[in-house]
Structures are given as C-alpha cells and as structure tokens.
C-alpha cells in the first residue's frame, strides 16, 4: 500500500495547518499538538486493527487507554514502602487467593459430570472463595490507604525507567483484552460494543476506587519523564548561553526543547509501528483477516478459525492502545482516571479512523493528526468567528450572550460537521482502503 500525490498533499496541508499555528500563535503550542497528534495516531492505529482489518466493533478504547497509564504508574513510580509495610504482602495473598478461586472454579467445571453437581461445587468455590478474597483483601487496602493518604496512600511502582512502562501498558492492555476477548467475541458486532464499553466502564471505575492501586481520583502525579525537566534545562549555564547567543528566551527554549524531545520517541515508536502495520497487512495473514472481515462465513468454509482470529486481532488492536495510554500518562506526568471519558478517547479515536480511511494505516496517522488539531484549535477559532459575528450587537443584547456562551460547543459542532462531510463526499475516508 503505496501513498498516491493526493495523499502526501493531505499530509502537507494538516503539517501546513499544524505549522501555521507554530509561526502565528504559539510554537509551544503547535508542537503540543504534534505530541498529542502522534498519540492520538497511535490509538487509531490500534483501532483501526480491529475494525479496518477485522470488522470488529470495539467502543471501549478508553478502558485500554486507561490500562496503558496505569502500567505507567505501576512501573515508573517509586514504591512506598511503608505503604507495602502496612498492607503490601497481603494485598499479593489476596489477588493470589483470587487467581486459585478462578482456576478452581474453573477446574471444577471442567472435570466434573453435568448435574446440580456441578452447578453447586462451582457456585460454592465462587462465593466461599469470593468471601475469603475479601477478608484478606479489604483490611489490607484500608491499611494501605491511610498511610499519609494526602500525598500517597498507594503501593506505587517498581521505580523503574519509565520507557519500560510502555510495553508494560501494552501487556496490560492485551491481557485484558485476552479476558474480554474470550467471552465477547462470540457476540455479534452492536453486542461486543456493547460489552466492550461496559468492560470499559468497570476499568475506569475500578481505577476511580481502588485508591491502593492508582489513588482513584486523587491522581497520581509527578510520573517520572525520560526528557529532561525544563527547570534543569533552565538551570544548566550551557544551556542557556547557547540559547542566549542564538537570541531564544531560554524559558520559551527549554519547554520548546522538551517537546521536541517528546516527538522525537513518539516520532519513533510511530514509524515502527506504521511498517509493522504494513508488514503484516501485506502479508498473507492481512490477506486472511480481511478475507474474514469481508466474508466470515466463506473464510470459515476455507477452514479459517474465525474466532481465534478475531481474538488475536483484538489483542494486537488492544495492546497498541494500551502502549498510546501509557505514552500519554509519560507526557502528562500523571494519572487521571476521571479524565478518562468515552468522547475523547472514544468517539474521537474513531472519528480519527473514519474521517482518515477505515483500512489504511496512513489514513489512520492522517486522521489522528487532522483531527486533534481540529479539536484543540476549533473552540478559539470558533469564539472568535462569533465574536466577529456579534460586534454589531449591543452589550447585553439576549442572543449575543447566549452565542458568546455557546462557543465552547463549536468544538462538537466542528467534528459532527467533519464526520458528515467525510461521509457525504468521501465515505471511504481522505485516504480510502486500496
């Protein structure tokens, strides 16, 4: 899959529109949307996986996007050990005693005969195990949680570098979606949306409430970074001689720097992941899943096994969204899991994938950057149209005010008017599946 002339114009208009804003407003500014626009495009990847290689319907981005930050927290942050002291031993007892009620539940259901049996065995390994869970678990949390809970009250990490932690929110991410996958994939696709925004709800809620594991939201802050701090940067004498003798503020420098630090990893794990992408959807596998999304029932005649299929497809997807979530907690510096909302990291991941091309990896990258851009620049954009419209009107007039009020939902009204244009002129996406 090759770009055409038309598509590297695309790209050099939304670079165009990124770059004016460098050179007109702010270059802080602008590359902050190349950061977040390198991420978002790594999420549409992810999705587009699922969808443009497989046809799966998975609206639970969020809940993944989620689990990659807290592989950053659980990796980078410095463990509190008196934390660990007060609770840390028997939390671990208790997710093991979790772990063998499952497998025993599970053992149980396997080897014995069908009959109320069976039923009774099962249900009493699940509740008695359920109960004695609890029992180890809950004392240990509290004790965890009421150690100097204004600035910590959680186990935190294993302190070490934070690069690590990006594979390590893909394992979660994929380990999840492994779990998911295994009981939803049987669904067809408005049900598995269904189950998958539902699952996504229970992550988000679990990370809002176990405040030993992520804070809940108290937010775990000062998440360690792998580019320099801009107050060091602003400190270091070199530094700021040379940025001095080639006339930059070394304030404005040191944050530009830091950015430019940023996209230059992201820059790298995006191109990686784009040839991995083309790789496997030039090979015959890209071959087979799409043969699979087009047609289940005659790849399943061909002696495809759809299902597993659909599920490693699912975890590939999953786990390249986890590794966005925890990019994205490293360049944010903190964990936030009431942020984590189903428009940012949802709707508009899939509006990237749409508005881009379902199918092409490029459109996808495309579509990551055009419309974060969109949705970072169309609210100033937008009050200032209105403010223009609404000169000639008296101060205090009832619709100026309430035109001026509204200008926060130019943003929705922008990306709803982009999705149905796209849709109406191009339904295939700016850079269609070839």
């Known amino acids: 899959m090759t770009l055409l002339p038309r ?25 902050g949307i190349v950061n977040m626009g390198l991420i978002s495009a790594i999420m549409a990847l992810g999705v587009n996986m699922q969808w443009g290689y497989a046809g799966l319907f998975n609206i639970g981005v969020m809940g993944f996007v989620a689990l990659g930050g807290l592989g950053a927290v659980l990796v980078a942050m410095p463990p509190v050990s008196e934390a660990w002291a007060a609770g840390g031993l028997r939390v ?3 997710l093991l005693l979790g772990i063998a009620t499952v497998i025993a539940a599970h053992q149980a259901m396997r080897r014995l005969p069908k009959g109320r049996t ?8 699940l509740i008695v195990g359920f109960f004695i869970y609890r029992a180890v678990l809950d004392p240990a949390t509290a004790a965890i949680e009421k150690v100097n809970p204004a600035a910590t009250g959680y186990l935190g990490g294993l302190g070490l570098p ?12 994929a380990g999840a979606a492994w779990l998911i996958g295994k009981t939803a994939l049987g669904l067809r696709s408005d049900y598995l949306a269904i189950a998958t925004l539902g ?15 992520s804070r809940g939201v108290k937010n775990v802050i000062g998440i360690p970074r792998p580019v320099p701090y801009e107050i060091d940067l602003q400190n270091d004498p070199f530094f700021v001689e040379r940025m001095t003798s080639w006339g930059f503020d070394p304030v404005t420098a040191s944050s530009i720097t830091v950015k430019l630090a940023y996209s230059g990893l992201f820059i790298t ?6 040839w991995l992408s083309q790789a496997a959807l030039a090979s015959p596998w890209g071959r087979m899943m799409r043969a699979i999304r087009d047609n289940e029932d005659a790849a399943e005649a061909m002696g495809k096994d759809v299902t597993a299929r ?32 189903p428009l940012r990291f949802t709707f508009l991941i899939w509006v990237m994938v749409i508005v881009g091309g379902s199918g092409n990896n490029f459109g996808s990258v495309l579509g ?3 419309i974060w851009y969109l949705w970072v620049m169309v609210e100033p954009f937008g009050l200032t149209f209105i403010q223009f419209i609404t000169s000639g009107m008296a101060d205090g007039y009832w619709l100026k005010a309430h035109l001026l009020e509204s200008a926060a939902h130019m943003r929705l009204l922008t990306m709803g008017l982009i999705l149905l244009l796209v849709l109406r002129f191009s339904p295939r996406g700016l850079i269609p599946e070839r």
Do not use: R
């Open 7 to 31: 598509d590297i114009i695309l790209f050099f208009v939304v670079f165009g529109l990124i770059a004016a804003t460098g050179f007109f407003q702010s270059w802080n500014v602008a590359l």
């Open 92 to 94: 671990i007892a208790a």
């Open 118 to 125: 069976k039923v009774f065995v099962v249900l009493a390994i």
């Open 162 to 173: 934070v690069l690590f932690s990006w594979p390590v929110g893909a394992l979660f991410a």
């Open 199 to 213: 699952i996504a709800e229970i992550v988000i809620a679990m990370m809002k409430n176990e405040d030993w594991l």
């Open 269 to 274: 794990v995006l191109i990686i992941l784009l």
């Open 310 to 341: 659909h599920l490693q497809i699912f975890i590939l997807g999953s786990a390249v969204c986890g590794l966005a979530g925890a990019m994205m907690a490293t360049l944010d510096g903190q964990l936030t899991p009431g942020t984590y909302q």
């Open 368 to 370: 990551g950057f055009l």
